[in-house]
């Protein structure tokens, strides 16, 4: 059982890209993080480069896709720990990005099965331990290209993107789930979020990306970390940097490593401009059917897109 005062968060997808970079920051927050992966050696390769930073950090392996190993995880969380006070559902795979009228039905199926019925089982399955923490948090890691305004709306630099399917309709989706589980659980005090990182350098898309990997994960640590006053079922997008607690009191900067196997290829610099550096303010993200339009303007703008390409680069899949 874990002390009553050091909260305890679980990101899955943590042993690489903004997956790792959320728990080391919420870490560096003083949360205890459990570290989710599929791989239980590149968990615990990930656990080890978070304590050389003084992160308390313990593996756990998760594959979002077996039910019988999300509920031996919940099993086992309940056993150790007693709680969970944040869960970061952050796992995902980006395929079948064919044009539209020759839709890979079986990568749409797995697409959907990782990034929307990965985020549902384990935030089910987790559900009660939430329900235990004083001050529960859920962010799902979504994208700006699962908003439907933005891909509606001629003045978004995403406006031109046609055809893949998947991807964007399984964000799509889950903004919806999220703001249903933010009405669920808003007796409970907790607050329900989806994260937009912005176009992160990272393995699911080659990086190319033109925002850090911590960059993006600083959005989703602004949502872990929201007070009890803030809005719930937002879509909240790349949020401005904010002083981190490390265990020299020092802020850490850009451009540190993404964590095992999400290092960028040999050559590679990620154009890493300051956040919010020369951007403008699109439209509000909004779930489906859920405006969040006036109730939380500040965290729906959608801000750092100004270097964004309207053309979409090729993505491969990851978790």
């Known amino acids: 059982m874990s002390e009553t005062n050091t909260r305890i968060a ?6 690489r890209g903004i997956g790792f970079q959320t728990a080391r920051l919420l870490g560096l927050e003083g949360m205890t993080v459990l570290v989710g992966s599929r791989d239980a050696g590149r968990g615990a390769e ?27 995880a919940a099993e086992r969380v309940a056993h150790e720990h007693g709680r969970l006070d944040v869960l970061v559902n952050n796992a995902g795979v980006a395929l079948g990005w064919g044009a539209a ?7 749409f199926r797995e697409v959907l099965e990782v990034n929307l019925l990965g985020p549902v089982a384990v935030t089910d399955a987790f559900l009660g331990l939430l329900r235990r923490s004083p001050a529960p948090r859920v962010v ?59 176009y992160c350098a990272t393995d699911l898309n080659g990086y190319a990306g033109t925002r850090t990997a911590e960059q993006g994960a600083r959005v989703v640590l602004h949502l872990a970390t929201r007070p009890g006053t803030a809005p719930t079922a937002c879509c909240g997008g790349t949020w401005p940097a904010r002083p981190i607690r490390t265990p020299t009191g020092s802020c850490p900067g850009r451009g540190v490593p993404r964590g095992p196997g999400g290092r960028a290829p040999p050559g590679h610099q990620a154009r890493t401009p300051p956040i919010g550096a020369g951007s403008r303010s699109l439209s509000q993200v909004q779930v489906p059917s859920f405006s969040v339009k006036r109730r939380c303007t500040r965290a729906t703008s959608v801000s750092g ?3 964004t390409s309207r053309q979409f680069p090729a993505v491969r899949s990851s978790r």
Do not use: C, Q, W
């Open 305 to 307: 897109l100004a270097n």
């Open 10 to 15: 679980l990101v899955t997808g943590a042993n």
């Open 140 to 198: 799902n890691v979504s994208s700006e290209i699962g908003s439907i305004g933005t891909l509606t709306d001629p003045e978004s630099p995403f406006f031109g993107i046609s055809g893949g399917l998947p991807y964007p309709a399984s964000k799509a989706a889950l903004n919806m789930a999220t703001a249903l589980y933010a009405k669920e659980l808003a007796g409970a005090g907790a607050k329900v979020n989806a994260a937009n990182p912005g």
């Open 46 to 72: 990930a656990v080890r480069a978070l304590e050389k930073e003084g992160v308390t950090a313990h593996p756990l392996e998760i594959d979002v896709t077996d039910a019988a190993g999300v509920a031996a």
């Open 101 to 107: 009228g020759a839709t890979d039905l079986a990568a």
